[in-house]
Structures are given as structure tokens and as C-alpha cells.
């Protein structure tokens, strides 16, 4: 069988790695210690947030009928929340929501540590550079270089992060121009997560911000399966996250808390756990519009939400046709 490297252990690199090993020998390298991508949570004492993806919605059948078994196992659950518009000095108003939304349970991470199981993932190893030698590709990490070759590489890193990896290995055709890897645009975001022992009734669950800094305010505790603590995830907009994205972490909390208060209609009490994420690449707000990317010839391939559309079914999306390309070359 062949060996395949597939870079990533978010949504996009475990669909892959699921539908391929039955084709060939897959690892999957991750440069955290954890798997999910931005479908992510973090643990922060008796605190859990989801800092990354709030929920998901399915849309094609493909998707639903991938979702269904898990749905079914209780890992991703429907989340209804009451949604309002608010904005500082402005009566709040409810938010419709048209279709299901669906939230992994008891977080965001559950999906895709089910789809992790029996597939080999290395942790916390960063690949930085690939070396074509005869019998196949080399993996660099920063501080050493991986014994095997490998006969395929894929990327599911963000797309300026694939860009620079494979930058230089792939025909220009492939990179520049309408439909290329550089026509993928990113930006930015914060996140700042709260945990109370208890909050006050906020008389909503999760609220679209205009005229602010912050875009959304999720009462994170309101998903199934979050227990009894009271969390708060707080994103800004992707516009304010690039004007503002090499400020010191503690200016920008700073920022978002002074910001929360003046569009709560409550005082908040005082937090028993804080912390700030920045995902530098969060938002696709221009895709490759192509389902992946694929170069037969060297066997680079990269997918990701950044090749269809920036939201989590994109991602699965260009993993399962980049599996089908995939399977009749190898």
C-alpha cells in the first residue's frame, strides 16, 4: 500500500484520513495536541468553551447522510437558541434562524474525536518544508526530519498556510489566477471566553452585535451536555480582528470587557475564568472556488473550507470529492 501524509487533524484532514486508509497507509500530522481544528474547545478548570465554530448547518444531502449516524449516537446534537440583535442603545430584537443548527456534544470537539478513532495522528508536530527525494516525499519538522516517505501529501492547513508549504512544489497554474490557491482570502478573529459560577438571565442565548467591536455573544452553557457552569464566548468581527490583530492580548481583552458591559442590559459578575484566542485565519471570505486542489504529477494535493465555502460542511465537503479523486490514483 502506499503512504499518505495528510496534514491537519481538523474536519477536513479526518474525512480524508477516514476514506483513504482503506486504500492505502495514512498519517495524519497535527501541529496541536489535539484534534478538530477550529471546531475546537477549550478546558480551562471546571470551564469549557467553544472558541472556534459556535455550530454547523447541513445543507446537502452528502452532509446530512455523513451527520446522521452521529446525530443518532447523541454526538452532535440540534441546539435552538433564542437569538436577538443587539446593539449599545437600541431595543434588542429576536433573530430568526431558517434551518437546524447543530452544535457537538457535550462540545465542539466530539465530532471529530469520533472520526479520530483507529486513525493515526502524530501530535503536536509541525510540518514546515516538504523534500522531494526517490522515493517519494520527505517531511521537515522545525527541529527534525521525519524517517518515512511519503508516496502523497495533502494539506488541510488554511489556505496561506498550505500556500507556503506548498508553494514552489505545485505548477503556477495551480497557485495564481482566478480559481488558484492565491485567490483564497482569510481573516481574522478574537475570542474571548468567560466562566461564571453562576450569571444573571441574559433573555437570550446567542446575540449577532452591530455597530461594535464584537460581533457575537454566545451563552455557551445553553448547548446540550455543558453542565452546570456559566460560560460566555465573545468573537469580534473579522474588520476590527484585522485592524487590530498585533495588539497585546491584554489591550484587546481590555477592549472586548468594556465593550460586553456597555451592551448587556445586566451587570456581569466577576469572572472565575478568562481567557483570549486569536485564530488568525477564521473567516474564508473569498474561496478558491474549487472543490481541492490536486497535482497528479508530484501527488500534492491540499482541501479544505477555503476551496468551496468558509463554513464547517465546506469543509467536509472538499475532503470527501479530493477522497474520491483520490482513490483512483492510488
Not at 52 to 59: E, H
Not at 72 to 87: F, K, M, N, R, Y
Not at 253 to 268: C, D, G, N, R, Y
Amino acid at each position: 500500500m502506499k503512504n499518505v501524509a495528510i496534514i491537519g487533524a481538523g474536519l477536513s484532514g479526518l474525512v480524508l484520513g477516514k476514506r483513504l486508509r482503506e486504500h492505502a497507509q495514512v498519517t495524519l500530522f497535527e501541529k496541536s495536541r489535539g484534534v478538530s481544528g477550529r471546531l475546537a474547545t477549550r478546558t480551562i478548570g471546571d470551564y469549557e468553551f467553544d472558541h472556534g465554530a459556535q455550530f454547523l448547518t447541513s445543507r446537502s444531502e452528502a452532509f446530512k447522510k455523513f451527520l446522521t449516524p452521529y446525530i443518532d449516537s447523541g454526538d452532535v446534537t440540534e441546539w435552538q437558541p433564542h437569538v436577538i440583535t443587539l446593539a449599545a442603545g437600541e431595543k434588542s430584537y429576536t433573530r430568526q434562524w431558517f434551518e437546524p443548527h447543530f452544535v457537538g456534544s457535550p462540545a465542539m470537539t466530539s465530532l471529530c474525536k469520533k472520526l479520530a478513532v483507529e486513525q493515526d495522528i502524530e501530535f503536536k508536530v509541525r510540518i514546515t518544508e516538504l523534500t522531494q527525494g526517490e522515493n517519494g516525499w520527505s517531511l521537515q519538522t522545525e527541529d527534525s526530519k521525519i524517517e518515512t516517505e511519503f508516496d502523497w501529501v495533502i494539506s488541510t492547513a488554511p489556505a496561506p498556510q498550505t500556500r507556503q508549504l506548498l508553494g514552489g512544489l505545485i505548477p503556477e497554474e495551480l497557485l495564481s489566477g482566478e480559481g488558484g490557491l492565491d485567490s483564497v482570502h482569510m481573516s481574522p478573529c478574537f475570542a474571548l471566553m468567560l466562566g461564571f459560577e453562576s450569571l444573571p438571565k441574559l433573555h437570550f442565548d446567542a446575540a449577532r452585535v452591530k455597530h461594535s467591536p464584537i460581533e457575537w455573544i454566545m451563552l455557551n452553557s445553553s448547548k446540550a451536555g455543558r453542565g452546570a457552569a456559566s460560560t460566555l464566548v465573545i468573537q469580534t468581527s473579522n474588520e476590527w480582528a484585522q485592524g487590530n490583530l498585533e495588539r497585546p492580548q491584554e489591550e484587546v481583552t481590555a477592549i472586548l470587557l468594556a465593550e460586553l458591559e456597555q451592551l448587556l442590559p445586566v451587570s456581569l459578575p466577576d469572572h472565575d475564568a478568562i481567557s483570549l484566542q486569536r485564530w488568525r485565519y477564521s473567516r474564508v471570505e473569498q474561496s478558491m472556488k474549487q472543490d481541492y486542489l490536486l497535482d497528479a504529477e508530484t501527488r500534492l494535493a491540499a482541501c479544505g473550507d477555503w476551496a468551496v465555502e468558509g463554513r464547517v460542511e465546506g469543509a467536509f465537503t472538499s475532503a470527501e470529492r479530493l477522497a474520491s479523486a483520490l482513490e483512483l490514483l492510488l
